[in-house]
């Protein structure tokens, strides 16, 4: 969905620029087309954007992108905990899933990338606000990207209220999601687009922000409107 048409998102950015994160650069894992950069960029108009995807058919639109924005780059490859290859399978629509073994019609091959390994390729500087659109392969990823971790302020991740079927149920949901990025030093600290499935109207999934448990807001832990925590 274009990031115009959604509100809830707006909303959601709207209050975290009242936090005043820093951004150096945005890396955008399963960006996809990249509608959404300029209304990041809007927010940090400095920073340098990465957008990785499996999909090819992307190239030509971020080409445009990168002559509007500058500081914008962009790989075709799959995000993972070890640089190699994998293969991609393209769906009807504009995207596809990422498998180790070939399998099926259009089906190519991937390399495989570290975010470690592309944040250093590309020289993209620090401070990272990571953006995950995924699709439950989001463990795999975070194994890669341990050195982006300790210099990164802000994480976006879609995360699901179910196991999901085509990764063979390994994904978190989004509460043990929650629990694993505060093992790895990030709170939750908004939330925006929540989406339920069609049908019985269960909540599938949404998107979680995150930002470093040593951020000053989590040192006042009232509820009522007071003093800003101390820096």
């Known amino acids: 969905m274009p990031i115009e048409n959604s509100a809830h998102i707006a909303d959601a ?10 951004v150096g650069s945005l890396i955008n894992i399963g960006s996809g087309r990249g509608d959404d950069l ?8 400095d920073m340098q954007a990465l957008l990785i995807d499996m999909d090819p058919r992307f190239l030509e639109i971020w080409e445009k992108l990168a002559a509007t924005h500058e500081g914008t780059k962009y790989v075709v490859c799959g995000a993972s905990s070890e640089d ?10 504009v995207g596809g899933a990422l498998s180790k073994v070939a399998s099926g019609e259009n089906v190519h091959t991937t390399p495989l990338r570290k ?10 500087p620090g401070p990272y606000f990571m953006k995950f659109d995924t699709h439950g392969v989001e463990l795999d990823i975070l194994a890669g990207c341990e050195e982006t971790l300790k210099n990164t302020s802000l ?14 149920r390994k994904n978190l949901t989004f509460d043990e999601m929650s629990l694993h990025m505060k093992s790895l030093g990030f709170r939750c600290v908004d939330m925006c687009d929540p989406l339920f499935r069609p049908g019985d109207h269960a909540l599938w999934q949404m998107h979680l922000i995150f930002i470093r448990d040593d951020h000053p807001i989590w ?12 820096t």
């Open 13 to 22: 950015f709207a209050r975290i620029a009242e936090k005043k994160i820093e």
């Open 38 to 45: 300029g209304f990041y960029k809007s927010h940090w108009p």
């Open 84 to 93: 190699g290859e994998g293969q991609f399978l393209k769906s009807n629509d």
């Open 115 to 124: 975010i470690d390994t592309l944040v250093k390729e590309f020289d993209m």
């Open 155 to 168: 994480i976006m991740m879609e995360v699901y209220n179910f196991k999901l079927n085509f990764v063979d």
């Open 219 to 230: 040192q006042r832990s009232s509820y009522g409107v007071g003093a800003p925590a101390a």
